[in-house]
């Protein structure tokens, strides 16, 4: 049988960590592509390198041409400028959306049967812009933000109750900008809702839900707070191994709910629009959105995230 081919389109921070991720999890060949000449070259070279010393075999092939990624079974697009301090996702639309475009007709032309997963941002834009260039089906483009915001808000629920991250369970629905919407009422350490071990640890509703209202203002904003720390992007370390989960999902068949940037037809009342949502990511893509009662409070946010959506994608046209 063929070994998996993944195309990664983007040389940078997020598409090193991607190549590194895909070699030491053996998730099959990685092509990695950038229009500067040498940089995805001497990445490759410097991870196969490692091999020995990790125990990894794959192939890896740095590449300024297209061409290469030809029978690439999973193209994970991360080219475009990321974030600088003070500066939003949105702001990067225009620059983005030409790279975006040449992007989308390079797979297109070479890899017509991929399945697309879109980092670049703005990500809600940049994914609607990429199916539309690409012609393939919405089952096959698909964005990451989801994976990541729901990994922040567990992460920072995990540090706040002293427990480990591998027990919470935390998900965000919504566009990946500040208004993103975590959801309270689902998140839970094994099954126990967060916000009544909160309840029990500060003895009050009232300072439960201040506690809780901070994680979720930290999380709609932790983009931006690492932004603030590295002065010079954005982060790269959890947008990789975020989408790695998801194209593991697909390549592997392994039916997650993962959280992902999906075109909407009707699901949770949106008609037309990328929307993250719970998906079940499989060999089709997604074969499944799942949907599931919202309380007003909930769809309240949720209709304002979808807005800010819609703001931002129809700037495009
Ligand atoms: N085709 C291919 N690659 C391109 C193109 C293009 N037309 N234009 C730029 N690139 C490459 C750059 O050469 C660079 O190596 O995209 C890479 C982007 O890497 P970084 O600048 O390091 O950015 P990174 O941190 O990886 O983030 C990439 O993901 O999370 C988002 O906001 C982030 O939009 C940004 C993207």
Redesign the pocket.
């Known amino acids: 049988m063929a070994r998996k081919k993944i195309a990664l ?7 090193g960590v991607l190549a590194q991720l895909c070699a030491l999890r053996e998730l099959g060949d990685v092509v990695l ?4 000449e040498g ?1 995805p070259q001497g990445k490759c070279l410097d991870i196969a390198e490692a091999s020995p010393v990790d125990g990894f075999d794959v192939c890896l092939k740095g590449t300024n041409s297209y061409e290469d990624i030809a029978g690439a079974d999973v193209v994970i697009v ?6 600088k301090p003070g500066m939003s ?1 949105d702001d ?1 639309i225009e620059v ?1 959306s030409k ?1 975006m475009t ?2 989308a007709e390079g797979i297109k032309q070479y890899a017509p049967n991929a399945f697309v997963i879109v ?3 703005p990500l809600d834009a940049m994914v609607t812009l990429c199916q539309k260039v690409t012609g393939f089906p919405y089952s096959r483009v698909i964005g990451q933000a989801g994976v990541l915001d729901s990994a922040r808000f567990a992460t920072f629920i995990a540090w706040e109750l002293g427990v480990s991250v591998k027990d919470v369970t935390a998900m965000t629905l919504g566009g990946h900008g500040d208004d993103m919407v975590p959801l309270v009422r689902y998140a839970s350490v094994n099954g126990i809702p967060v916000m009544e071990l909160l309840e029990r640890k500060y003895g009050s509703k009232e300072k439960a839900k201040e506690v809780m209202d901070a994680m979720v203002n930290r999380t709609r904003l932790a983009g931006g707070e690492v932004v603030a720390l590295l002065k010079t ?2 982060a ?1 370390y959890s ?1 990789a191994s975020s989408a790695i989960a998801m194209a593991e999902s697909i390549l592997k068949d392994q039916k997650r709910v993962l959280p992902t940037c999906a075109y909407l037809q009707g699901e949770f009342g949106v008609n037309g629009y990328y929307v993250g949502v719970p998906c079940v990511l499989g060999e089709k893509g997604i074969e499944k959105i799942i949907e599931f009662s919202l309380d007003a409070e909930e769809q309240a946010m949720m209709d304002k995230s979808v807005a800010a959506v819609k703001s931002l994608v129809d700037s495009l046209k």
């Open positions: 389109i983007g040389g940078g921070q997020i598409g592509f950038d229009i500067v940089l991360t080219a475009g400028l990321p974030r996702r990067l983005n790279i040449s992007v980092i670049s941002n992007g954005s790269f947008p």
